[in-house]
């Protein structure tokens, strides 16, 4: 029987270490930790956040362009926008790296 044909109960499961390695097999994948919040939640609201402030954002530079605000307003926006999907790349990058580790 090839490799091929190995039926998938036989396969390693997630966070397996390699023969002769203390390494895991997928280091990082999802399921091998688990954040101090839900990762995939915190990635989620992240997303809709700076979502949000992007389209914010871009409501506020075309004002700014049309002249129904000044210039002012659309730098300002966008150093905010900068801040904020900063802070929330940040916030789910420390979710992730100080969360407990799964054992499978």
């Not at 954002?57 to 000044?70: E, G, H, N, S």
């Amino acid at each position: 029987m090839t490799s091929i044909d190995e039926p998938r109960e036989n396969a390693p499961a997630v966070g397996a270490l390699r023969p002769g390695s203390s390494a895991p097999m997928r280091p990082g994948s999802p399921s091998s930790r688990k954040g101090v919040f839900e990762p995939r939640s915190v990635r989620f609201i992240s997303f809709v956040i700076i979502a949000l402030g992007l389209f914010v954002t871009a409501v506020f530079c075309i004002l700014a362009i049309w002249d129904y605000a000044t210039r002012d307003t659309a730098w300002r926006a966008l150093a905010t926008l900068g801040v904020v999907a900063g802070t929330m790349l940040v916030f789910t990058f420390i979710n992730e790296m100080f969360g407990a580790r799964l054992e499978s």
